[in-house]
């Protein structure tokens, strides 16, 4: 059975630690073990991604490198889980991508989920947004009019190119509130890992980070109330998202709704 990769690296593409915290879950409540890596040595700026040094529990002085590493995880079912965790590269992107997929192949990967997390105006205090979108093929043509212009990172370069190489391949970003981008965010992890959920058989054990979510969230609640600058910020946020959601700023529902109208006066007539 062919395995599916989980991608996600740390740095710009991460906002609240969202898109590492998914993998870091995944190790956590499932079974892995190291099979591969990319060594940090031709792509990582050690000024901004130093190497650090540990005692082992034999007692011996160990340096960890910011190597991308590479691991299977097995569910208890379903097909095994490729995860690619590092941080983002600082030199020689098309080569690290290009050391990446070729590991991927290697595993037998067909299929990609690719992780981000970005900073917006989104409200803590409403479910974060999550967006999904299948990367096109080499020779596919798609209608950019409303698609995303402007920097991106590794993450981006890394789904398009597993997607040349004909892995189906799924990006996968959830906004995280700006205000509050200091810290983890539970909350964003969790809901990368509800769109993650829809993508893999075994179900995914959610119960402490739900905890952690609501925990969270009432943090950031206490922190609103001792300021009321932020009070009043998250409160026009809260108005800006929930009148975007509501079903009157559809024109599909205007429409009808106006069709409902005509049909009433017609039967009252």
């Keep these: 059975m062919s395995r599916i ?15 590492s915290g998914v993998i ?48 299977i995880v097995q569910p ?7 995860t690619v965790l590092g941080p983002e590269p600082s030199l020689h992107w098309k080569r690290f991508c290009d050391e990446v997929l070729e590991q991927l192949q290697a595993l037998d990967v067909s299929s990609v989920i690719s ?4 900073l917006a105006d989104s409200p803590h205090s409403r479910p974060l947004p999550v967006s999904a979108e299948v990367e096109p093929g080499r020779a596919e043509p798609v209608d950019g009019s409303e698609l995303y212009t402007g920097p991106i990172g590794v993450p981006t370069i890394l789904a398009r190119r597993t997607a040349s190489a004909g892995m189906r391949t799924t990006s996968t970003w959830v906004q995280v509130p700006h205000y509050v981008s200091q810290n983890a965010s539970p909350k964003a992890v969790l809901g990368l890992l509800r769109e993650v959920q829809s993508l893999v ?23 609103a109330r001792t300021d009321e600058d932020v009070a009043e910020y998250v409160r026009r946020l809260e108005r800006a998202q929930d009148a975007a959601e509501l079903p009157e700023a559809s024109g599909d529902a205007i429409a009808e709704e106006f069709e409902q109208f005509l049909r009433r006066r017609r039967e009252s007539e």
């Design 5 to 19: 990769a989980i991608t996600a690296f740390s740095g710009w593409n991460d906002a609240g630690e969202a898109a």
């Design 24 to 71: 870091e879950h995944l190790l956590q409540v499932w079974p892995s073990r190291p099979v591969g890596a990319v060594d940090a040595e031709d792509f990582i700026d050690f000024q901004v991604n130093r190497p650090e040094i540990r005692t082992s529990e034999e007692g011996l002085r160990v340096i960890d490198w910011p190597d991308t590493e590479l691991r």
């Design 76 to 82: 208890p079912r379903g097909p095994e889980i490729v």
């Design 115 to 118: 992780l981000g997390a970005l």
């Design 201 to 223: 058989s075994a179900p995914i054990p959610l119960s402490e980070l739900v905890e952690d979510a609501e925990a969270w969230e009432r943090g950031v609640d206490e922190l």
